[in-house]
């Protein structure tokens, strides 16, 4: 059997879940997010085991620092994968929600309802608290997901699915609903982008080369995830203390993944101040700088490259660059920015406003760090990835933007002249 004939019979087994799932009520997918919750809890010990495996292979394949970080997992971690189910249960339930409603005057009702998708394919790599995140998303939307993830995380993705599984079965729901393939032959992937008529929409989460290999292949709707290029930008009225805790955090706190900033923006009229601070600070975090001319001469950094601006390192790397006020920080964000998430750093309401309106990413922060783009720290218990696309979702993605809505008219005995 090839790869496309496997898809289609998962594929096919998702989709008659998927018609259990959206009729169950809410009351049993509440249910089956605590069952799954608790089921990752009892599950710990056989997760970690899986997990080591996963390690100690990333190892003696030399996978890169930033990729083993993301890739391990320890207790802490898979209580947090837990909390986060259980916080999925706790929300209102988005499937049957009325987006609007009103009566004509010909006495007929107008509803738009929000449903779910159907069948969802979700293809990333690396970290595998995605496997239950996603699972959990789309059980809380009503949806059937097929999750294929990176060979290096295989074990412990299998291991995580598996517990999923369990609490789906003692709420009552077939297993089908969440599927974690077991094969990672990269020929899945093109057979789940083109699997039209089966998976609905597939979601590639993971670097720009396997999100090109999606969308270049893919005759099915795609939400993208590209590249974390981040930027934070101190403009002239900003608190120092408070631009040097912001840029801090979003350049150390967590370097290796996608809401870390990438790009420091300082406005001329602080540079001399801000900027010798910062790079000292940086500096002793470990954080290599790369500068513009005038920051090489405010601070000590490596001069920087034209493909610095538009690199996302995930890594203790960050480029500055002196700017000569908010227009131009604008400028340089639209430009080589990636629509992830950007911050400013000010007093002035009119700087903000004018910064949020101008800068065309999915989230734009207003002194707070970049780090806080994420479904958890949105509400929205998790996320199934950031979308820097504009249809239909954009940023982080929870359990309501994996719906879609249909049209509800209702009658007495109607017909049109």
Same mark, same amino acid.
């Given at each position: 059997?090839?790869?496309?004939?496997?898809?289609?019979?998962?594929?096919?087994?998702?989709?008659?879940?998927?018609?259990?799932?959206?009729?169950?009520?809410?009351?049993?997918?509440?249910?089956?997010?605590?069952?799954?919750?608790?089921?990752?809890?009892?599950?710990?010990?056989?997760?970690?085991?899986?997990?080591?495996?996963?390690?100690?292979?990333?190892?003696?394949?030399?996978?890169?620092?930033?990729?083993?970080?993301?890739?391990?997992?320890?207790?802490?971690?898979?209580?947090?994968?837990?909390?986060?189910?259980?916080?999925?249960?706790?929300?209102?339930?988005?499937?049957?929600?009325?987006?609007?409603?009103?009566?004509?005057?010909?006495?007929?009702?107008?509803?738009?309802?929000?449903?779910?998708?159907?069948?969802?394919?979700?293809?990333?790599?690396?970290?595998?608290?995605?496997?239950?995140?996603?699972?959990?998303?789309?059980?809380?939307?009503?949806?059937?997901?097929?999750?294929?993830?990176?060979?290096?995380?295989?074990?412990?993705?299998?291991?995580?699915?598996?517990?999923?599984?369990?609490?789906?079965?003692?709420a009552?729901?077939?297993?089908?609903v969440?599927?974690?393939?077991?094969?990672?032959?990269?020929?899945?992937?093109?057979?789940?982008?083109?699997a039209?008529?089966?998976?609905?929409?597939?979601?590639?989460?993971?670097?720009?080369?396997?999100?090109k290999?999606?969308?270049?292949?893919?005759?099915?709707?795609?939400?993208?995830?590209?590249?974390?290029?981040?930027?934070?930008?101190?403009?002239?009225?900003?608190? @120092?203390?408070?631009?040097?805790?912001?840029?801090?955090?979003a350049?150390?706190?967590?370097?290796?993944?996608?809401?870390?900033?990438?790009?420091?923006?300082?406005?001329?009229?602080?540079?001399?101040?801000?900027?010798?601070?910062?790079?000292?600070?940086?500096?002793?975090?470990?954080?290599?700088?790369?500068?513009?001319?005038?920051?090489c001469?405010?601070?000590?950094?490596?001069?920087?490259?034209?493909?610095?601006?538009?690199?996302?390192?995930?890594?203790?790397?960050?480029?500055?660059?002196?700017?000569?006020?908010?227009?131009?920080? @604008?400028?340089?964000?639209?430009?080589?920015?990636?629509?992830?998430?950007?911050?400013?750093?000010?007093?002035?309401?009119?700087?903000?406003?004018?910064?949020?309106?101008?800068?065309?990413?999915?989230?734009?922060?207003?002194?707070?760090?970049?780090?806080?783009?994420?479904?958890?720290?949105?509400?929205?218990?998790?996320?199934?990835?950031?979308?820097?696309?504009?249809l239909?979702?954009?940023?982080?993605?929870?359990?309501?933007?994996?719906?879609?809505?249909k049209?509800?008219?209702?009658?007495?005995?109607?017909?049109?002249?």
């Open positions: 059997m090839n790869e496309k004939e496997k898809i289609k019979n998962l594929a096919l087994a998702a989709r008659a879940a998927s018609r259990q799932l959206a009729v169950a009520g809410g009351q049993q997918r509440d249910d089956a997010l605590k069952a799954c919750g608790s089921a990752l809890r009892k599950s710990a010990g056989d997760i970690l085991s899986a997990n080591k495996k996963d390690l100690d292979k990333s190892e003696q394949s030399k996978l890169a620092s930033a990729m083993i970080e993301r890739l391990a997992l320890d207790e802490n971690k898979i209580e947090k994968m837990a909390s986060a189910l259980d916080e999925m249960a706790a929300q209102i339930d988005p499937v049957g929600k009325t987006i609007a409603g009103y009566n004509r005057p010909n006495g007929l009702r107008i509803e738009k309802r929000r449903v779910p998708i159907g069948v969802v394919g979700i293809i990333f790599e690396s970290r595998p608290n995605v496997t239950s995140d996603a699972a959990g998303l789309c059980i809380r939307s009503a949806n059937a997901c097929i999750l294929r993830g990176g060979k290096e995380a295989i074990n412990s993705n299998l291991a995580i699915g598996a517990a999923v599984r369990k609490g789906l079965s003692e009552g729901l077939p297993v089908e969440v599927t974690v393939l077991e094969s990672t032959d990269r020929a899945m992937v093109p057979a789940m982008a083109t039209e008529g089966l998976i609905d929409l597939v979601i590639p989460r993971g670097g720009r080369g396997l999100i290999a999606v969308t270049d292949a893919a005759t099915i709707p795609v939400i993208k995830h590209y590249d974390g290029i981040c930027h934070v930008y101190v403009h002239e009225d900003a608190d @120092i203390d408070i631009a040097s805790g912001i840029v801090m955090n350049k150390c706190q967590y370097p290796g993944v996608c809401n870390a900033a990438e790009t420091l923006l300082v406005d001329e009229a602080v540079a001399g101040k801000f900027l010798p601070d910062i790079s000292e600070k940086l500096e002793k975090a470990g954080v290599e700088l790369r500068g513009c001319k005038k920051s001469k405010l601070a000590n950094m490596k001069p920087a490259t034209e493909e610095d601006w538009s690199t996302e390192y995930l890594e203790l790397i960050l480029s500055v660059k002196v700017v000569g006020g908010l227009d131009e920080a @604008i400028g340089h964000i639209n430009n080589f920015g990636s629509n992830h998430t950007d911050a400013i750093v000010t007093k002035s309401l009119s700087a903000s406003e004018r910064f949020t309106a101008g800068v065309d990413s999915s989230s734009v922060m207003v002194n707070a760090s970049t780090r806080f783009s994420d479904g958890g720290e949105y509400g929205l218990g998790a996320e199934v990835g950031i979308s820097t696309d504009k239909h979702a954009r940023g982080p993605m929870g359990a309501e933007d994996l719906t879609t809505y049209w509800i008219v209702t009658g007495n005995g109607h017909v049109r002249e």
